[in-house]
C-alpha cells in the first residue's frame, strides 16, 4: 500500500514539531507545506511552502494536519472537508462551539476522520493511569484535580487561557473518568494586560459525582503539570513534564505520633512509582490518526469530542463573567 499523503497548515512553533513527527513515523509522507507568513523555522526542507490552502490541495491529500491560529481553523478545515482530506485539527477545535459544530458535521457528511489534538491523553503517565482507573484499582472515583501554570507564551494571541491550556484539563478529566461534565463555577483574571484572560480557577461536577477543580495560568514562573485523582483507595499523581505517575495509597494504621495524626486523616501509606514506557506523545498521537485513516484502530480525540470540551471552555468562561454556575 502507498503512502497517506500528507500536508501541513501552519508553520510556526507547533507545525515544526509536526512537520519533524510527519517525517518520523511509518506509512505517511509529508508532501506539501502551507502558511500565509513562511517557514521562519525552516520546516519545508525543501518542499515549496504554499501560501493558500487550495495551492496546497493540488498536492493530492490523503490528510493534513492544521496547526494554525483557532480563528482560522474553521475556514481551514471547512476547505480540507470539501476536498475529501482526513484532518488533524490543534485545539481548540474552534474559537467557538457553532463553528466547531460545522466542522464536526461537514466531516461526518463526508465520512472523513476529524480528530483534535488534544496531546495530554497521548502522555504515558495519563494512558496509563486511565487503564488502572478502568481496571478498578483506585476504587470510587472522589475528586480529579489538575494544576497547569507557567510563563506566557509569546505565539498565542488569538485565545486566552481557558480555550488554550484549560482545555487539556477539561479533555483528560472526562476522558480518565468516563464522565461529563454537569455543571461549572470559575473565576478568571486578566493581570498581564493582554486582551484575554491568563488565568482561571474553575470547579465542577461530573456525572456520577466526581468533584473537579482546575488550577491553570500564564503567569507562573515555573512550568507545573500536574493530574491528582483522589479515591476510595487512595491517590494516583500524574506528572505530564516527566511522565511520572505514582500512586499513594491509602494507609492500612495510624500513626501514634498524636500531632502528626490531627491533621492527617487518612492515615498515608506506601507510595509506587510506575516505570512507564515514554513514548513521545505527538508521535502517539500521528500514529493513532494515521492507524484511525487506515481504518486500523479509532483511538483519536474525534471532533465531537472536541466540540464538548469546547463547550465545557465556554460555560467556564460564561460563569466567570456572570459569577454563576453554569449547567452544561
Known sequence: MANLRAGLIGLGMMGRHHARVIREIDGVDLVGVSDAFGDPHGVADGLKVCSQVEELLEQGLDMAV????????????????????????EKPIANDSASGTRIAESFEAKGLVGAVGHIERFNPALQNLRER???????????????RQGPFPARIADVGVVKDLATHDIDLTAWLTQSAYVDVYARTTSRSGRDHEDMVSAIGHLAGGIITNHTVNWLSPFKERTTVVLGERGAFVADTISADLTFIENGTFQTEWESMAAFRGVA????????????EPLRVEHETFRDAILGKSNSVVTLREGLETLRVAEAVLESANTGSIVTL
Not at 66 to 81: D, G, N, R, S, W
Open 66 to 89: 492544521v496547526a494554525v491560529p483557532t480563528i482560522l481553523h474553521e475556514e481551514i478545515a471547512l476547505k480540507l472537508a470539501d476536498a475529501g482530506v482526513h484532518a488533524l485539527i
Open 133 to 147: 482507573l478502568e481496571a478498578g484499582e483506585l476504587g470510587d472515583v472522589y475528586q480529579l484535580s489538575t494544576r
Open 268 to 279: 498515608e501509606g506506601s507510595s509506587t512509582r510506575f516505570a512507564l514506557a515514554k513514548r
